[in-house]
């Protein structure tokens, strides 16, 4: 199994610029989510989604972040415009809580820097 | 709701002597226990998990961690520590059940030295 993958692992962008960063989760992992680390604020969840469709959302900052999951292989998480306290590494995990046990798979993170 | 609080934000060990982190959580129903381990630039990574089979549960790279109901502890120890332990280590918390949303505790830094 491939794992989580995301790209891209690292961009840099200029302040204003619309950021997109993607996200394929494990095959037949149908709970996707998005975090955002940084060392001020640690780990926070943004949002995830069940069979695609968004569950919780409360963790995404504001209105210029946005995130979709058109299908079950592919999500996307939008920013914009950019703002440099949105540097951080974003990282997206699936699970398969089909069996009631729920530990996540996290990808290998995006380094975004916004100047 | 559920939370965890890890002690210590950063612990530093010899090389050879035991790792003991610690983590308390709280939860009002049956909750499933994990701790993550993330290496510099890279993602986190599944250590070991208590899904509430036997209370004391094993993991990869020699740690294992003890569920205490008594004392809402799940601490995470290995008996001999080795440079390549040196990372963040992660407590989360989920309710058993649930569609598998974690909760995160703040993180405590392993520094092991010679």
């Known amino acids: 199994d491939a794992g989580v993958i995301q790209s891209p692992r690292h961009e840099v962008t200029e302040m204003g610029q619309e950021v997109t960063l993607r996200c394929k989760p494990i095959?037949?992992?149908?709970?996707l989510f998005w975090y955002r680390q940084t060392m001020m604020r640690g780990l926070e969840l943004l949002i995830y989604f069940n069979n695609n469709v968004p569950i919780d959302d409360s963790g995404m900052p504001e209105d210029r972040f946005s995130a979709k999951m058109p299908n079950a292989s592919f999500s996307t998480l939008k920013i914009q415009p950019s703002e440099p306290r949105d540097s951080a590494v974003y990282f997206c995990a699936s699970s398969s809580p089909t069996s009631g046990v729920s530990e996540q798979y996290f990808g290998p993170g995006t380094r975004l820097t916004v100047t | 709701a559920q939370s965890v609080t890890q002690l210590g934000s950063h612990v530093s060990v010899s090389e050879g002597a035991l790792v003991l982190l610690r983590c308390n959580y709280s939860?009002?129903?049956?909750?499933?226990l994990f701790w993550y381990v993330q290496y510099p630039n890279q993602g986190l990574q599944l250590l070991l998990k208590y899904t509430s089979a036997a209370t004391l549960v094993k993991g990869i790279n020699g740690f294992e961690a003890e569920f205490k109901k008594s004392e809402t502890s799940f601490h995470l120890t290995k008996p001999s520590a080795h440079m390549s332990d040196a990372a963040e280590y992660f407590c989360?918390?989920?309710?058993?059940?649930?569609?598998?949303?974690?909760?995160f505790g703040t993180g405590t830094r392993l520094q092991v030295t010679l």
């Open positions: 989360a918390v989920s309710a058993a059940g649930t569609a598998s949303k974690l909760t």
């Open positions: 939860s009002s129903v049956p909750p499933y």
């Open positions: 095959s037949g992992h149908n709970s």
